[in-house]
């Protein structure tokens, strides 16, 4: 268990619809980052937030967006979801300091029909 | 952050050591070698990382080669809950992790 929590855990949606992943991070860490996962894709970085201002971001789509609330807890928002879309959402929390080692949460797994 | 390359798959006997190697011959002086696991299709579980020297945890060792342009990770016992991708990152402390295809360690009874 590395600490990092996501909810809800399975998603099930329709094209055109939009959904919101929530992440809460290790107690302590102030960053979160957003990454995607799909068959051919991999992993993919989509975003970074540390401690609740926009840090980095990588492949996200402009129907995506994310934040980081007071509590740093980070909520990735989906909209105009598409099949392509489908997918496993990890978020991952850090740190700063030593390496800022980033640990997982477990996943939501994203199916779009 | 540097480019690595791996080999995609790899088998290991059970219970003896699994050597996994990662090449990152355009790595940074800062840049940090981490390597993550992912069993199906769990979260990546963080296993170890380095900057320059050699590093052992209870779950495996690094060894880092002098010019820095190579890695080994060792899992000294495998069993087959070590089954999984295995994968190898450079990266600078802070930024994101850029994941690539990783080795596909297959422990065998």
């Known amino acids: 268990d590395s600490g990092v929590t996501q909810t809800p855990k399975h998603l099930i949606t329709a094209t055109g619809q939009r959904v919101t992943l929530r992440c809460s991070p290790r107690?302590?860490?102030?960053?979160v980052y957003w990454y995607q996962q799909s068959l051919d894709q991999g992993l993919q970085f989509l975003i970074q937030?540390?401690?609740?201002?926009?840090?980095a971001k990588g492949n996200i789509l402009e129907r995506f967006s994310a934040q980081q609330f007071p509590d740093l807890h980070s909520e990735l928002n989906l909209s105009s979801l598409e099949l392509g879309d489908s997918a496993l959402y990890f978020c991952?929390?850090?740190?700063?300091?030593?390496?800022?080692?980033?640990?997982f949460g477990p996943g939501t797994r994203l199916l779009v029909l | 952050d540097a480019k690595t390359t791996q080999p995609p798959s790899m088998d290991c006997a059970e219970g003896r050591a699994a050597n996994l190697p990662c090449n990152h011959s355009t790595i940074s002086g800062n840049e940090y070698v981490y390597w993550y696991r992912q069993i199906h299709s769990q979260g990546p579980q963080y296993i170890i990382h380095g900057l320059k020297n050699n590093e052992t945890n209870e779950m495996a060792s690094l060894i880092i080669t002098e010019d820095r342009k190579s890695s080994t990770l060792i899992l000294p016992h495998a069993t087959l809950r070590d089954t999984a991708v295995y994968y190898c990152?450079?990266?600078?402390?802070?930024?994101?992790?850029?994941f690539g295809a990783g080795t596909r360690l297959t422990v065998k009874p």
């Open positions: 990152i450079v990266r600078v402390e802070g930024n994101d992790m850029r």
């Open positions: 937030y540390y401690n609740g201002e926009e840090r």
């Open positions: 107690s302590g860490d102030l960053s």
């Open positions: 991952a929390s850090s740190y700063p300091g030593a390496g800022e080692t980033q640990y």
